[in-house]
């Protein structure tokens, strides 16, 4: 008769001969809400001090979107990638690193009688209002903008080359006359505030829920008839990366909001004003591809620019348009005055 240990043994041989049982990869959708959930997670639960060696270790498994939790256990370690093979991240993925970057960001106080402070480079083609050949960029030169906080109080902008600007209460805005037109810097009249006016203030109240926020988004962008309103709600998030400095889980639910507009990819490789080169997502409609560059290792927000994908009016494929690196940003008691600590992106 056989004994229990014999029977132990032979189940042990039998297992050793079965494969081993598949593990499921997780769908996009299923990535996409864990990726929520922990950022949910990050947001909710009040900060403690991590040991800074044990940063990476954490980093590695919440970008890996917790696919180490389905591996644990007893089934047998998957093979080691290739090392020629190199899969391409999709625009959800850079996107959603950006976001989870974003939520572990301390958060910086503004008082609303302050100025947020935004230092970048910017350099644009001339185009023509008539729609001819675009002039090439001019040398990339430095932007300097206050924006009152709460909406309530003059702002200011400095351009290198030009005279400053007093902003009314709303910010800075860039008017185009027709289809085509080169963008015309301007201060924005009286009203309330809203996506494409945006106060500190008013960014800092958006949804975090990325749904709700996109919603909203493609509510107050939309084109007139024949316009591409999934490019103009892509603008419009550029606009507000770029030139505001929205709280942290505010930031992380844009990434997240952009995730999921249509026609979004990615660019191995692309450089900022500054000529900082990254990863960049990126999306294209009329012949123009909008451009936002990330910082490789801390998937940081380095600027965008505008690049011709087609040969039209402005000039061949190819062709910048424009573009700009964000420098610096940082708060202040009054326009005009520079602070001593800001906020500073990776340079190369």
Known sequence: MKSPADDARLRAELADLLPPPEVPDLSPERRLALRREVLSAARDRPRRRVPRFAAPAVGVAVAAGLVLVVL???????????????????????????ALAAAATPRTAVRPEQFVYIESLVAYAGRRADGGPASPPAAAHRRQVWLSAGGTRQGLLRETGAPD??????????????????????VLGPGAPSIAR???????ALPTDPEVLLRLVYAQTRPPAGGDPHQRAFTAIGTLLAETWAPPSVTAALYEAAARIPGTTVLGSAKDAAGREGVAVARAAGGEQTQWVFDRSTSAFLGERTVLTRATAAGPAGTVLGGSAVLARAVTNRPGEHPPVVSTPPRP
Not at 168 to 182: C, F, I, K, M, Q
Not at 198 to 204: D, G, L, N
């Open 72 to 98: 644990a256990g007893e089934s047998p370690a998957p093979p080691a990638p290739r090392a020629d093979v190199v899969a391409a991240p999709d625009a959800g993925q850079v996107l959603g690193r950006a």
């Open 165 to 186: 600007t007093p902003l009314d209460v709303s910010g800075p805005v860039e008017r185009l006359t027709h289809r085509g037109a080169t963008p015309e810097p301007g």
């Open 198 to 204: 945006p106060t500190h203030a008013y960014v800092s």
